[in-house]
């Protein structure tokens, strides 16, 4: 699976857009983005997924460029209880295994 | 449903001593898993399950074992604790492209 790159930290004010940026340069054809995050001291929650189509849900937005080498992840009005750790994850759909990396670490602020 | 539902959810053990850490999930997924996460890092996979019958290791198994007897269970065994399995332990199980995470089990080792 391929590898991810995510900034160690962001800070977002309440009600504003987060967007978080992923890096995977090496991804491959069959490989899909997945976000998953974790708020303090509790397992870890599916956010979204996508191939290269953009990608929305009831809970965020995921942006893939063109050339699937980055994508955006997005909470388009992010409340205080967004604050967590954001984990973007490259893998094949029905391969069975998440790696996780460090993460984002988002801190929305009133 | 339930979903992942995981005992204990604290526990303090000795040096030598041997516990289970009991994972079931009422979705009938066939894959399962256990992770285990250290303060300020990200989840590291132990062992993972395919289906009842089924398991193989991950990226840290030393020191752990498991069996998949049902679909529904998948407990985690920790023979002779050591301090350096101080840490936070998921279970997490899977439907086709998502993975359903448990709350946790905080273990010390003393």
């Known amino acids: 699976d391929a590898k991810t790159t995510q900034p160690t930290s962001m800070d977002c004010a309440e009600g504003r857009a987060a967007n978080l940026p992923c890096n995977h340069s090496?991804?491959?054809?069959?490989?899909?983005v997945y976000w998953y995050r974790q708020i303090h001291s509790q397992g870890p929650q599916y956010i979204i997924h996508?191939?290269?189509n953009n990608e929305t849900n009831e809970m965020a937005s995921l942006i893939i460029t063109e050339d699937r080498k980055s994508s955006t992840l997005i909470l388009p009005h992010a409340t205080l209880r967004d604050t967590a750790v954001y984990y973007c994850?490259?893998?094949?759909?029905?391969?069975?295994?998440?790696?996780f990396g460090a993460g984002t670490i988002l801190r929305v602020k009133s | 449903n339930a979903g992942v539902t995981q005992t204990p959810k604290f526990r303090i053990l000795k040096i030598g001593q041997s516990m289970t850490l009991q994972c079931t999930q009422d979705?009938?997924?066939?894959?399962m898993y256990w992770y285990r996460q250290d303060p300020g890092m990200g989840l590291k996979l132990i062992y993972y399950?395919?289906?009842?019958?089924?398991?193989d290791k991950g990226e840290v198994p030393n020191g752990y074992n498991v069996s998949r007897s049902t679909t529904e269970d998948f407990p985690l065994r920790l023979e002779l604790a050591a301090p350096s399995q101080t840490s936070v332990y998921f279970c997490?199980?899977?439907?086709?492209?998502?993975?359903?995470f448990g709350p946790g089990t905080r273990l010390t080792v003393l």
């Open positions: 996508g191939l290269k």
């Open positions: 979705m009938n997924h066939n894959y």
């Open positions: 997490a199980s899977q439907t086709v492209d998502t993975q359903y």
């Open positions: 994850i490259v893998k094949k759909e029905y391969g069975n295994k998440l790696v």
């Open positions: 090496t991804i491959s054809g069959n490989e899909y």
């Open positions: 399950s395919v289906g009842a019958g089924i398991t």
